[in-house]
C-alpha cells in the first residue's frame, strides 16, 4: 500500500459502487460478439488506477443478471514486466498474486450482504517478460518511455491475440487526463489533440502486425487463390481471375472505463475494499518523463487557475465537443457527395463531390471576421470528409488533419488540377467526365426516401461534368518505395504481412527460387508485349485499363522472382498480380498466396460501396495502357 497517496487523499472521496462502473463501462464498450459470454483483458501494473479496474470489473459479479443486460464478463489479466529497474521481476510476481486472490475481497463482502458463501475466483493473470537488447541497460536509452511504450502494447497486444480477447481495459483516469492535454498544451497541439485520450481507440504501436491492429477478425487461416477457378479465363500464359478479395476486419481495441473518474476515487475504491497496490518511485521523479513533469507540476497547485487539473479537464472535452460539431458537419457534407466507384483490389476511389462543397451559408454573418470564421470551420468540416474517404485508399496508419488545407481549398474550388494533388499518401485527380460516363449510379442521400437496405436516397441528375476526383494511392518516388516482402525457396511467410499499408499477403514458395512482393514495373510487363502474346496483351491491357488506369497501375503489388535470381533464359521474372488475380507462366502453378485489403468502414460511406466484381478483358476500354511511367514526375505535394 502507498503511504503517501494514503495521506494524500481526500476525506470527501467516496469508492466507486459496481453500478457506477458497470455504467462506465457500458458508456465506453460495446460487445464484439453476440455471445453473452464476453472476455475482455486488463492491462495491470499494480499501481492503485490498475488495482482498482481489477478489483471493479470481479465486483461487476456481484450484480444481478437483469442489471448486466444478460452479459457474463470473463477477465485476464496481463502484468507487464519491464525489466528496466532492480526488482522489478518480483514486483510483477506479487502483483499477479494478489490478482489470484482479489476475488476474496469480494467473496467476503457477498458473504457478509447475502449471509452464504458464494465461490468467487481471483482474475487469472498473466506476467508478460519485455525483452530488450543485449547488453543494454534499459533506463539508460534516451527514449526510453516511447520505447518502452512501443513494447509494452505489442506485449498486451500478442497476448490479448492468444487468448483471443479483442477488448483491452486501461485503467487512465480523470488526473492522467489533466496531465496529458497539459503536456499536449505545451507541445502546441491543437483542437484534435487536446481532446486527449479518449474511451475507446484502436491499440496503438502495432501498426503491422496481423491480428492486432485493424485486422484478424477474417481469421488465420489462408485460404489459398488457385491459379485456376470456374471463373478463370485463360490465355496464352497468362490467367484472369474476376473475383474481387476480401476486406480485412477485427483488431484490438482499447477502453477506457476510468475516465471520468478522479484517482482520489480509486485510492478510496481500495481503502474501503482492502485491495493492496505497489507504488513505483520513479512516477514521482519529474526529471524522469515529461508526464511526470505534468503530474508533480498538477499536484503542487502552483500553476494558474487555467492549466490546473479542472481547466485541463475541461478544456480536453470542450475541445471533443468541438471535434464532434465539426464531425457532424462532415457527415452532413458527406451525405451530399456520392462514391461513384471503390474497387480494393487496385486501390481507388471516384467520388462526386456536391455543389454544398464549394460554399457555405454566410446568412446572418455581419462583419468580415465571422465570415473568415466560418470559412474555416466549413474548411475543417471538408478537411474531416476527406480523411474519411483517404482512409480507404492511403498507405498510412493515420492521415492528418494538417495536410489537407490545400487539397480541401482545391475540391471546394473545383480547382482543374491537371498534375493532381498529394496528401497523406494519396493523390487526387480531377476528372473531365460526367457521372453518368463513368457507369456509375450515384445517389443522393435524402431523408424522403429509403433504399433497400432502409438507407435514405434520392437521385441526382449526372447530365453535366461535375466536381468528380479519382482518389488512389500515391505514385512511388525512388526514396518511397514500399518495403519488399521476400520469402525464400520452398518457404513460406509465417503470417499474413502488411505490403504498403494497403495489403495484407501471405505466401508459399514451392519454387527453386526466392521469390518477393514489390510495386508493378514497366520491365515486368515487357515479357507481355512479344509478338506470340498478342492476344494475352490485348486482354491484359483492357483489364488494366479498366481496374488500373493510367499511374494507378505502378502501385499495384506483384509477386515476382527476387532481382538477385538468375533465372534461365526465356523465364519470365513476374509470377502474378495477386490483387487481380492474374498470373504468368509455368511458376505460378508451384506458388500459392491470399491477399486482403486493409480494414475499412465502409458503412460510413454515403452508400454501400460494391466492388466492381467484374473485369472482362474483352470490354471496350479507352486510352493507352502501355505508357513508361516516370516515377520521378512531378506532382505538386503537400
Not at 469508492?15 to 460487445?31: G, K, N, Q
Not at 458527406?334 to 471503390?342: A, E, P, W
Not at 506483384?558 to 502474378?576: C, K, S
Request: net charge positive; aromatic share 6%.
Amino acid at each position: 500500500m502507498s503511504v503517501f497517496s494514503a495521506k494524500n487523499i481526500s476525506r470527501a472521496a467516496k469508492p466507486i459502487s459496481a453500478v457506477e462502473f458497470y455504467t462506465a463501462l457500458c458508456d465506453a464498450w460495446r460487445p464484439r460478439n453476440e455471445g453473452t459470454v464476453q472476455t475482455l483483458g486488463l492491462a495491470i501494473s499494480g499501481g492503485v488506477d490498475s488495482m482498482a479496474l481489477a478489483y471493479l470489473c470481479q465486483s461487476m459479479k456481484r450484480l444481478d443478471t437483469v442489471d448486466r443486460d444478460g452479459l457474463k464478463f470473463r477477465f485476464r489479466a496481463f502484468v507487464v514486466d519491464h525489466k528496466a529497474r532492480d526488482g522489478s521481476t518480483d514486483e510483477a510476481n506479487l502483483v499477479m498474486k494478489r490478482l489470484r486472490t482479489l476475488g476474496e475481497a469480494v467473496k467476503q463482502q457477498w458473504a457478509a450482504e447475502k449471509s452464504l458463501l458464494m465461490k468467487v475466483l481471483g482474475v487469472k493473470s498473466r506476467v508478460l517478460n519485455m525483452d530488450w537488447p543485449q547488453e543494454s541497460n534499459p533506463s539508460k536509452i534516451t527514449n526510453f518511455e516511447s520505447e518502452a511504450r512501443r513494447l509494452r502494447y505489442r506485449l498486451l497486444g500478442q497476448a490479448c491475440r492468444q487468448q483471443s480477447i479483442e477488448s483491452l481495459l486501461l485503467a487512465h483516469h480523470a488526473d492522467d487526463q489533466a496531465e496529458t492535454v497539459l503536456v499536449r498544451l505545451s507541445r502546441g497541439h491543437k483542437i484534435t489533440g487536446l481532446q486527449a485520450m479518449q474511451q475507446s481507440a484502436d491499440i496503438p504501436e502495432c501498426w503491422g502486425i496481423h491480428g492486432l491492429c485493424r485486422s484478424g477478425g477474417c481469421g488465420h487461416k489462408t485460404d489459398y487463390s488457385p491459379c485456376r477457378s470456374v471463373n478463370s479465363r485463360a490465355t496464352s500464359n497468362i490467367t484472369f481471375d474476376t473475383r474481387s478479395i476480401q476486406n480485412e476486419c477485427g483488431g484490438i481495441s482499447l477502453y477506457r472505463p476510468l475516465l471520468s473518474f478522479a484517482k482520489e476515487r480509486l485510492i478510496a475504491t481500495c481503502l474501503a475494499e482492502g485491495v493492496e497496490w505497489v507504488e513505483d518511485k520513479t512516477n514521482q521523479d519529474p526529471t524522469v518523463t515529461t508526464r511526470n513533469t505534468a503530474r508533480q507540476l498538477l499536484i503542487s497547485g502552483r500553476l494558474p487557475v487555467a492549466l490546473q487539473k479542472p481547466s485541463m479537464i475541461a478544456l480536453a472535452k470542450s475541445a471533443h465537443s468541438r471535434v464532434v460539431e465539426l464531425e457532424k458537419s462532415a457527415e452532413r457534407l458527406l451525405y451530399t457527395c456520392d462514391i461513384l466507384s471503390f474497387d480494393n483490389r487496385v486501390g481507388s476511389l471516384v467520388v462526386l463531390f456536391s455543389k454544398e462543397m464549394t460554399s457555405f451559408d454566410v446568412f446572418g454573418l455581419c462583419t468580415r471576421d465571422e465570415i473568415r470564421r466560418r470559412e474555416i470551420e466549413h474548411l475543417s468540416s471538408v478537411g474531416i470528409l476527406l480523411r474519411r474517404l483517404m482512409e480507404l485508399v492511403s498507405p498510412l496508419e493515420t492521415v492528418r488533419l494538417q495536410s489537407l488545407q490545400a487539397v480541401a481549398t482545391a475540391v471546394c474550388a473545383s480547382k482543374d488540377m491537371s498534375l493532381g494533388l498529394t496528401a497523406g499518401g494519396v493523390r487526387f485527380q480531377r476528372s473531365e467526365l460526367a457521372a453518368s460516363d463513368l457507369g456509375g449510379r450515384p445517389w443522393q442521400f435524402s431523408s424522403t426516401s429509403t433504399s433497400k437496405d432502409n438507407r435514405p436516397y434520392s437521385r441526382r441528375d449526372t447530365s453535366d461534368k461535375q466536381n468528380i476526383w479519382t482518389l488512389s494511392r500515391q505514385p512511388y518516388h525512388s526514396n518511397t518505395l514500399p518495403s519488399t516482402i521476400l520469402v525464400l525457396k520452398q518457404q513460406a511467410t509465417k503470417n499474413f504481412v502488411l505490403w504498403d499499408g494497403r495489403f495484407w499477403i501471405h505466401l508459399q514458395n514451392d519454387t527453386p527460387y526466392d521469390i518477393c512482393v514489390r510495386p508493378l514495373r514497366w520491365s515486368d510487363l515487357a515479357d507481355q508485349l512479344s509478338p506470340k502474346f498478342s492476344k494475352a496483351n490485348r486482354d491484359l491491357g483492357a483489364i488494366l485499363r479498366k481496374a488500373a488506369p493510367g499511374r494507378i497501375r505502378w502501385t499495384l503489388p506483384v509477386i515476382a522472382f527476387a532481382n538477385h535470381v538468375i533465372l534461365p533464359l526465356g523465364e519470365q521474372r513476374v509470377i502474378a498480380l495477386p490483387s487481380l488475380h492474374i498470373t504468368f507462366g509455368k511458376h505460378s502453378s508451384l506458388i500459392k498466396w491470399a491477399i486482403r485489403y486493409k480494414k475499412v468502414d465502409l458503412e460510413r460511406c454515403p452508400r454501400k460501396v460494391k466492388v466492381d466484381e467484374k473485369l472482362e478483358p474483352n470490354d471496350t476500354m479507352h486510352g493507352d495502357m502501355l505508357v513508361d511511367p516516370d516515377v520521378n514526375e512531378a506532382v505538386p505535394s503537400i
